[in-house]
């Protein structure tokens, strides 16, 4: 398997644009979780999906976000519009039901909105 | 609700010295614990977890780490480091039952000097 794949892996975009960050889990994990990589706030929790029900969105940050999972091997993430604040890294992680198991993490996007 | 602090935002050492980051955690329930590890411009991965039994567990790279139930802490070690180890290290709680939501650190950064 070739691991959580998320494209693109940079996306350099104009405020007020809308972006759209993909990803595709590992085959047959059924808990997709999105995060977002700062340095001045860590790495946070977004949103997350089990058998492609999104089950906790407390995460995001604003109307602006929005994430979907159409079917087990596809999900995105898109803001509209976006802002310079969103720049980011955007990482995609999914894993098998139960929390004791490991969640497999992407390459990450690098955001950037100028 | 669950947390993690990770008492250190860097951590600098020399090569072939040993290392401790440090790791504590809140939760109300039992908990599952793990630590990642992030290389530059990469996704996490993990170093090793917690679900059950021995309180020392063992991971790759010859990082361990020791549960502590009464401290409430989490600490990962490795007696001697490598070039090679130097990453951003993030400690991370699940605190079980249907809520697959993992909660992350803040992540330490470990140097290691030649």
């Known amino acids: 398997d070739a691991g959580v794949i998320q494209s693109p892996r940079h996306e350099v975009t104009e405020m007020g644009q809308e972006v759209t960050l993909r990803c595709k889990p590992i085959?047959?994990?059924?808990?997709l979780f999105w995060y977002r990589q700062t340095m001045m706030r860590g790495l946070e929790l977004l949103i997350y999906?089990?058998?492609?029900?999104?089950?906790?969105d407390s995460g995001m940050p604003e109307d602006r976000f929005s994430a979907k999972m159409p079917n087990a091997s596809f999900s995105t993430l898109k803001i509209q519009p976006s802002e310079p604040r969103d720049s980011a890294v955007y990482f995609c992680?999914?894993?098998?039901?139960?929390?004791?198991?490991?969640?497999?993490f992407g390459q990450g996007t690098r955001l950037t909105v100028v | 609700a669950q947390s993690v602090t990770q008492l250190d935002s860097q951590v600098p050492v020399f090569e072939e010295a040993p290392v401790e980051l440090r790791c504590n955690y809140s939760?109300?329930?039992?908990?599952?614990l793990f630590w990642y590890v992030q290389y530059p411009n990469q996704g996490l991965q993990l170093l090793l977890k917690?679900?059950?039994?021995?309180?020392l567990v063992k991971g790759i790279n010859g990082f361990e780490a020791e549960f502590n139930k009464s401290q409430t802490s989490f600490h990962l070690r490795k007696p001697s480091v490598h070039i090679s180890d130097t990453a951003e290290y993030f400690c991370?709680?699940?605190?079980?039952?249907?809520?697959?939501?993992?909660?992350f650190g803040k992540g330490t950064l470990l140097t290691v000097n030649p």
């Open positions: 992680a999914s894993s098998t039901a139960g929390g004791n198991t490991e969640a497999f």
């Open positions: 085959s047959g994990h059924n808990s």
């Open positions: 991370a709680v699940h605190s079980g039952g249907s809520n697959y939501k993992l909660t």
């Open positions: 999906f089990n058998n492609n029900v999104p089950i906790d």
């Open positions: 917690y679900l059950s039994g021995s309180t």
């Open positions: 939760s109300s329930v039992s908990v599952y």
